[in-house]
C-alpha cells in the first residue's frame, strides 16, 4: 500500500507517540469546576462558613446563654456592636451576645445540613440497591 517501507515505519512510529492520554473522571471533574468561577467562590463561602462555625466559639468572650445584666432592660442601648465590650454582634434585648448565638445557630445549621445529606445517601443506597 506504501510505496516506500521507510515512510510505512515512520508512520507506525508517530502513531506510537501521538497516543492520547486520557484523564481520569476525577481528574476531568476537579478541572471543570475550578473553571467555573461560581463554584470557586462557592467553595470558598463555604470553607469560610465552615470555619466560622467550629473556630468561632474559640473567638467569643461570652457564652451564649450568659446575660449580661449591666446591657439588658433600660441599659440595652449599651449592647451595641463594640470590640471594647467582647460583643461584636451586639447584644439583643436580654442582654445575650449575638456573636455567640450565631456561631451556635452556624454549627447547629451545618450539622442539620449533613446529617440531612447523610440520610439522604444511606436511603438512596438502600433503596437503589
Not at 507506525?12 to 467555573?36: C, M
Not at 460583643?87 to 449575638?98: K, P, Q
Not at 445557630?105 to 447523610?118: C, D, E
Request: hydrophobic share 50%; glycine share 12%.
Amino acid at each position: 500500500m506504501f510505496p516506500d517501507k521507510a515512510v510505512a515505519e515512520g508512520l507506525g512510529q508517530a502513531a506510537q507517540l501521538a497516543e492520547v492520554q486520557g484523564r481520569s473522571l476525577w481528574k476531568d471533574a476537579r478541572i471543570r469546576f475550578f473553571r467555573n468561577k461560581a463554584a470557586v467562590v462557592a467553595l470558598y463561602m463555604l470553607v469560610a462558613i465552615c470555619i466560622f462555625a467550629f473556630f468561632g466559639g474559640w473567638a467569643a468572650q461570652h457564652e451564649r446563654d450568659a446575660i449580661d445584666f449591666a446591657l439588658s432592660g433600660p441599659n440595652a442601648y449599651k449592647g451595641v456592636p463594640s470590640f471594647a465590650t467582647g460583643h461584636y454582634f451586639g447584644t439583643d434585648a436580654d442582654g445575650r451576645d449575638l456573636f455567640a448565638r450565631t456561631v451556635q445557630g452556624t454549627r447547629i445549621s451545618l450539622l442539620v445540613g449533613i446529617v440531612g445529606a447523610l440520610i439522604a445517601v444511606i436511603v438512596g443506597t438502600l433503596y437503589g440497591a
